[in-house]
C-alpha cells in the first residue's frame, strides 16, 4: 500500500468544484483542460503551467482527462473563467501516445492512474478545442504542450497519412504556445492582467496565431519575416513541404529567429520567433515553484501512475539538447541550447526527494534530455548567436561548443556524498559520442575520463543505456548520428573501466528499424554487427515517424529537407516488419525467416553470419586469429 503524507488538499492545485470553494473562490480565471491526470511534479507540463499561473497571482484550477462523449459535465464543472481556458494534450502527442508504429491501438497509457488507455481522446487538443468553443464561444483559448507545438505549422499526420495544417486550423484556438511555456506564458499574462484580450496578443515571442490573409500582419520592428510555401502548396507538392521544414528547424534553433508566416486558406499563420534560452535564474524559478512532488489524492483508489512512479525520485537538472537526432522532436520543442538549473536548485530538490514518504535512498535518475549536456553552451556565445546549424555535434563536434563534464561530475560527487542518498542513478541516455576521444577531442584536461570512471563506479544502476540507434554509416547520416566506430570506441572505454574495478554492469544500446535511409540489408548487417559484439537485443524500436521531425519529412515527401535529395525508407507494414525480425536472430522462430530472407537477397554471407551458433562463432574466430598469426609467422620466417 503507498503511505502518502497528510498534506492539506490546498496544497495542490483545484482539480474539483469542492475545493475550488474550499479557497473561497467564487470563479477561477483561468481553467487548464490536459490530457493527462493531475501529477503535481515538474516533470508533468500541466502542473507547471498551473504553478506558473498560479505564482503570477491567478486563480487556476485544471480539468483533467474529462470525458469528452457524455454530456460534457466536466468541462463545464468551474463555469466560463474570467480569463481564458488553457489546453494540452498532455506530455505526449496524443497520437504517439495511443498507437504503436504499427498503428495498433495500445492497451495502457502511462499518464492515466493505474496505466489504463481511453481517458484521453486521439487529437485530444483539438476534440477539447472544439467542446469548450462549443459551450463558451466568448472565451478564448490558448493551447500549449507537445502536441500544439510539434503540430504548429503544415505537418504530416502518419495516422491519418496526409498533410494537415497548424493544429490552430482545426482546433480553432485563439493562440498557441509553442516550445517550453514559461516565458511566453508569464508575457501573456502580464498583459491579460492589463485588460488585453487573449485573442489581440500578437506581439510576444514564442505564440503563434492566425491572422486575417487580407490584412497586414502586425508590423514589429525586431523581427524579420520569412515565408513558408503555403499549406495548400504544400499539398501539391511534397518537395516544398521539405523544404519548409528547414526554415522552421533552421529558425527554432536560432538565438536572433526570423518570425515565420504561411498562408492557410484565407488566413495567415504567424510564429513569432522564440524566446532566448532561460537563464539560470529563471530556470531556477520554475523547478523552484511549491509543487507538492505528488499525484492529486483523488487519485488514490484508481492504482499508481505510471510515468510518475517513474520519475518520481527523479531530477531533471538541465533541458534543451544540441543532438539534433533526426527522429527526435527534443529540439524542436525545448531547443538546441541547454538551460542548466544551479547546483543549488539541484540540491533542494534532492532535499525534497529524501523527504519523500517512500523514499528508500535511491535516486533514480541525475539527468536530462540527454544526460550528459548539464552546462555545456558555446565556448563564445556571439558565434553561437550567428549559427545556423541543427546540431552542435554532427556531423563533427562543433570548435566553439564546450563539452567540458566537469560540472557535471562534481554534481553526481555532491549528489552522492548525500548523507540520505545510497545512490544515485543516471537514467537518462548517455550521448556516449561525447566521451569518444577520436570524436571529442576536448578531453584534453581529462575530464571526460573523470566523469566515465564517476559514471561506471557509481551511478549506474545495473546497465548502462546508451543510443548508437543503428550500425550502418550511410542510416546514420541520415538520423544525424556519428559513426558505429565510435560505439566501438566507447565500449572499449567502458569495458577498461568495468575490468579495472571488478564490476558487471552491461552496456545496453537502442537501436532503430525502419529509419529513413535504411534497407532491409542494414538490418541485417546491424543484426549481425551487434551479435559479433555479444549483444542481444532487446531495447529495439520500430521507426515512427512524429511531426516536425527530419525523419518524418523524409518518410513523407522521399526526400531530405536540407538537400532535397531522395532518400529511400521503408513504408509499408510489411517492410517495416521484416526490418524489425533481424533484432530477434537468435529466437528460433525466427532463423527459418531470416535465412530464406537473406538467400532471395542474395546475402547468404549474412544468413551464415547471423545464424550460426555463438559457439561456433567463437571457433571460428579463434581459427581465424590462429590462422591469422600462422600466416604471419610464414611470412615473418620467409623475411628473415
Ligand atoms: S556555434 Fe557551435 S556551439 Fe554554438 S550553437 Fe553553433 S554549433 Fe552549437
Redesign the pocket.
Known sequence: MIIRPERPITDWLPLTLKEVEKRGWDEVDVVLVSGDAYVDHPTFGTAVIGRIIESEGFRVAIIAQPNWKDDLRDFKKYGKPKYFFGVTAGCMDSMVNHYTANRRLRSNDSYTPGGEAGFRPDYATTVYTKILKELYPDVPVLIGGIEASLRRVTHYDYWKDELMPSILVDSEADLLVYGMGEQPLREILKLVKQGVPLGSIKNVNQIAYLHDATEEIPNDKNWNTVELSSHEVCLQDKIKYAANFKIVEVES?K?QANRIVQKVGDKTLVLNPPFRIMNEQEIDASFDLPYTRLPHPKYKKRGTIPAYEMIKFSINMHRGC?GGCSFCTISAHQG??IASRSETSIMKEVEEIVKHPEYKGYISDLGGPSANMYRM?????S??D????P???HPVI?????TSHKPLTKIYQQVDAHPEVKKAFVGSGVRYDLLVDDFNKNNKDGNHDEYMEQLVTRHVSGRLKVAPEHTSDDTLRVMRKPSFKYFKKFKEKYDNIQDKHNLKQPLVPYFISSHPGCEEADMANLAAETKDLGFQLEQVQDFTPTPMTVAEVIYYSGVHPYTLQPIITAKTKEEKLNQNNYFFWYKPEFKDWIRKRLHKLNRPDLAERLLKSQKQAAIDKVLGEDLVSKTQKKKNNFRR
Open positions: 534553433n538565438t544540441f538546441k541550447f553552451k558555446g565556448k563564445d556565445e558565434i553561437c550567428r549559427c545556423q546549424s546540431s552542435c555535434i562543433c570548435s566553439n561548443l564546450d
